[in-house]
């Protein structure tokens, strides 16, 4: 069984973002669920920003939480995505 560090990221994620993830993840009725950010892509069109819901924590993952909710961002997209603002708006 491998060792997973838990500690926080340097991302805001903010309580409007968390609140309206926390909702989504309330309707999908799994409260094992976690928001992962990831990036994709790079080249001449740049990278393009995904949200999922993983229900696992990877080795490695960058792991903030607010309100509850665990927003979770591998490694590499973490290079990325430091010092990053994660809101939401209607």
């Not at 928001?35 to 990278?47: A, D, K, N, Q």
């Not at 995904?50 to 590499?76: Q, Y």
């Amino acid at each position: 069984m491998m060792a997973i560090e838990t500690y926080d990221a340097d991302v805001v994620f903010t309580k409007s973002a968390a609140l309206k993830v926390k909702e989504l993840i309330e309707e999908e009725q799994n409260p094992e669920l976690k928001l992962r950010i990831y990036i994709s892509g790079g080249g001449c069109s740049g990278f393009q920003y995904g949200f999922t819901f993983d229900e696992n924590i990877e080795e490695g993952d960058s792991i903030t939480e607010t309100e509850g909710v665990k927003l979770l961002i591998d490694p590499i997209s973490y290079q990325y995505l430091s010092a990053a603002e994660i809101d939401y708006k209607e």
